[in-house]
């Protein structure tokens, strides 16, 4: 039985996506997770809210030179930003160790989620933690690892990895993160945990992941930022056993679902990445 984490959950939705928030709050009420929705920035209020000041092109651009997908950040990836900004600012405030974050489309898939934070909340030692639940990175050092409840594993990435679909912000990572936006604005995507080459996270905050990941982000649901403004229309997330990115089954769903086969994709992933999960123990 998954016991419910003791800690303050935010779910970040935009109030105008009623069927999202249904979705997820039928999810973890079946769980017994006791949540708080965080109503998402909405680019609808672009016009009037003034948190959106907080991002400037030339200075985001000055601050990553290297930064030629598009030039800038695309305003859906604005409001994500702003969103999560917001989740950090109440985590700060709100007198607990570490706050759960989660977005409307977050799937829990491991019974033992209590005793999974709590391990690695206490296996996190690093100055302002953050611990990735739902993450895409490229590798990470294999001497790491540290085992957690179960067959998962709390790694360091070393290698490019973002996604903010669920994780774990510690309180001096939360006034971290805030005060960064407050004082510099947003100089870079929010995902950005560890981005080499631009101006990433990994310089302020300690990241940590867990592998698998114990949470997913729904396929079937549309990406709120691609329908705010980023190319395409997909919602990219590992499948059933995720340990990182290429490696571990992809499913792309936009219109359709297309899983690629799993067994070749680990094979590939696993020869093409410097990180390779450590042996489970024999029974």
């Not at 651009?61 to 859906?76: C, E, F, I, T």
């Not at 990994?202 to 930022?225: C, F, N, R, T």
Request: net charge positive; proline share 10%; charged share 25%.
């Amino acid at each position: 039985m998954n016991t419910p984490p003791r800690l303050p959950v935010l779910v970040i939705s935009l109030r105008r996506a009623p069927v999202r928030r249904e979705q997820v709050r039928g999810r973890l009420d079946a769980l017994g997770i006791p949540f708080t929705f965080l109503d998402a920035t909405d680019l609808r209020d672009a016009g009037t809210d003034p948190d959106f000041r907080r991002y400037d092109r030339a200075r985001f651009m000055a601050h990553n030179p290297g930064y030629r997908k598009k030039d800038h950040l695309a305003p859906g990836e604005i409001a994500c930003a702003l969103s999560h900004y917001r989740a950090a600012r109440i985590a700060a405030a709100s007198g607990h160790p570490w706050t759960l974050i989660l977005e409307d489309d977050a799937v829990i898939r491991t019974p033992r989620l209590d005793e999974l934070i709590s391990a690695a909340t206490r296996l996190a030692t690093g100055p302002r933690p953050v611990i990735l639940l739902n993450s895409w990175c490229r590798g990470a050092h294999s001497p790491s690892a540290r085992r957690l409840p179960g067959d998962a594993r709390l790694i360091r990435p070393n290698r490019e990895t973002m996604l903010t679909g669920g994780y774990l912000l510690s309180a001096d990572a939360a006034r971290a993160i805030a005060a960064d936006i407050e004082t510099a604005g947003i100089i870079r995507g929010i995902d950005w945990w560890i981005a080499p080459g631009l101006s990433d996270w990994s310089h302020l905050l300690s990241i940590y992941a867990v592998k698998p990941d114990p949470i997913l982000q729904d396929a079937e649901l549309p990406s709120m930022i691609a329908a705010a403004g980023r190319p395409g229309g997909g919602n990219l997330h590992a499948g059933t056993d995720p340990w990182f990115g290429p490696g571990a089954g992809l499913v792309w769903s936009r219109r359709k679902w297309y899983r690629l086969p799993r067994n070749l994709l680990t094979l590939l992933g696993r020869r093409l990445l410097d990180y390779r999960p450590p042996p489970r123990p024999r029974p």
